[in-house]
């Protein structure tokens, strides 16, 4: 009855698959919307608000910063950054980017 589907994080804007199973645990719970974040992403956005952080703007939210997920171009792993990440430029995780700042 259900298939895998892949869908496009709107946070960090990679591909994520929607399985069957997820799609079926989904039904039973009564939900109806498609998640629209990948896993990584909504652990964030669900860091993110235990720790009240405010999303969309940063509209009173205490100064803090909101941490964006992002892929590391040095390694492939998770990387959790303070601005949005664009597809022109690099980013690193914390670890990577002592590295490569050394580097140069």
Do not use: W
């Not at 956005?45 to 405010?54: C, E, F, T, V, Y």
Request: proline residues 4%.
């Amino acid at each position: 009855m259900y298939a895998d589907k892949t869908i496009r994080c709107r946070d960090c804007g990679m591909d994520f698959v929607f399985s069957a199973g997820e799609q079926e645990f989904y039904a039973s719970k009564g939900l109806v919307n498609e998640p629209q974040r990948c896993q990584s992403c909504r652990a964030i956005a669900k860091q993110n608000r235990a720790l009240g952080i405010a999303g969309g703007g940063g509209n009173g939210n205490g100064g803090q910063r909101e941490m964006h997920a992002a892929v590391c171009a040095e390694c492939g792993g998770q990387a959790l950054v303070p601005f949005l990440p664009r597809n022109d430029r690099p980013v690193y995780c914390s670890n990577c980017f002592d590295k490569v700042r050394a580097r140069a």
